[in-house]
């Protein structure tokens, strides 16, 4: 099976970076995904990394070691609306199963 | 361009009853999975829908059953509910054609089995 471990809770500043750790176990994927979901509502894309490295979107980056079984999220400019959890995905299987993580609720503080 | 569309948008049952719940995909997409999320905890995955078919299954009874119509919809029906059953219950489609293709999500059928 498939298993993906992430912090629960992570409080930053207004204004900073954070950096949201995920690890993860599977016998073979496609890529890593990051999904953001506000209480209440439904989980949004953020991003997704196929290959090794650095994916950039605006003030948010993902980044995946396939070697290390490891990514992260790194959001920048934190802004007061960016308080909500994260969830790092696995894409896999034939027809594009994606298997979600724990989660890390982010709240950003003033 | 509607975006994931749910109904609905919730419903209390009682243990022992059947529910289903119902789907209609992003235009242009035609592959919809099903996941189960408690709260406080990420989506868990259902089962995923293609060419009406079930194509892929997570580690869920077989209380858990759906459906695929030819205009890609897809219901989600659970039999003899459980308490355990009480969760939001998302709707995610994408096409089938593109590797890594985002899940675009409704905003989910929150059911309450008392």
């Known amino acids: 099976g498939q298993s993906l471990e992430q912090p629960s809770e992570v409080t930053a500043v207004e204004g900073a970076i954070v950096q949201i750790n995920c690890t993860y176990q599977?016998?073979?994927?496609?890529?890593l995904s990051w999904y953001q979901q506000h209480d209440g509502g439904a989980p949004t894309f953020l991003s997704y990394?196929?290959?090794?490295g650095l994916e950039e979107t605006g003030r948010f980056s993902s980044f995946l070691s396939r070697s290390d079984s490891y990514g992260y999220l790194l959001l920048q400019e934190l802004q007061m609306k960016d308080s909500a959890s994260y969830f790092c995905?696995?894409?896999?299987?034939?027809?594009?199963?994606?298997?979600f993580g724990t989660g890390t609720k982010l709240q950003v503080i003033p | 361009d509607a975006g994931v569309t749910q109904s609905p948008t919730h419903l209390i049952k009682t243990r022992g009853q059947q529910v289903t719940l119902r789907c209609s995909p992003k235009?242009?997409?035609?592959?919809v999975s099903w996941y189960q999320q408690a709260l406080g905890q990420g989506p868990q995955f259902i089962f995923q829908y293609y060419e009406e078919e079930e194509r892929q299954r997570g580690n869920f009874p077989d209380r858990f059953s759906g459906h695929q119509f030819p205009n890609y919809s897809s219901e989600l029906n659970v039999n003899a509910l459980l308490l355990g059953d009480s969760a939001l219950y998302l709707c995610?489609?994408?096409?089938?054609?593109?590797?890594?293709?985002?899940?675009?999500f409704g905003n989910g059928t929150r059911l309450t089995v008392t």
């Open positions: 235009s242009g997409h035609d592959t």
């Open positions: 995905a696995l894409n896999s299987g034939g027809y594009q199963k994606v298997t």
């Open positions: 599977t016998s073979g994927f496609y890529g």
């Open positions: 995610a489609s994408s096409p089938s054609y593109r590797v890594g293709s985002p899940l675009h």
């Open positions: 990394n196929a290959l090794d």
